[in-house]
């Protein structure tokens, strides 16, 4: 099975100021994130919500944000790199 985390993993610059301004559409089955100190926005695959792994930044995100998320969206309370990790593990399942 070979590395495929750029075609599970659309990931578009995103920063505060911009908010949802950009209008970025998501494609069915798919979720959109913000994760890390520059809110990159990742979109991933819905099915990863199943996950323990994915459960778990779930549990922290709830835990930091509580359901009130700077964003507007599912903020993800991590670094750019260990969500790329983690989704990276994700994808070969």
């Given at each position: 099975m070979g590395f495929r985390i750029t075609s599970i993993i659309k990931r578009a610059s995103f920063?505060?100021?911009?908010?949802?301004?950009?209008?970025?559409?998501?494609?069915?089955?798919?979720?959109?994130?913000?994760?890390?100190?520059?809110?990159?926005?990742?979109?991933?695959?819905?099915?990863?919500?199943?996950?323990?792994?994915?459960?778990?930044?779930?549990?922290?995100?709830?835990?930091k944000f509580g359901y009130d998320h700077p964003m507007g969206g599912l903020t993800i309370p991590c670094n750019e790199d260990e969500f790329l990790n983690l989704t990276s593990r994700l994808s070969e399942l």
């Open positions: 920063s505060i100021t911009e908010g949802s301004t950009k209008g970025f559409k998501v494609p069915k089955g798919y979720l959109a994130v913000y994760v890390g100190d520059r809110m990159r926005r990742f979109v991933i695959p819905v099915s990863y919500l199943n996950q323990p792994l994915f459960q778990e930044l779930l549990h922290q995100s709830e835990e």
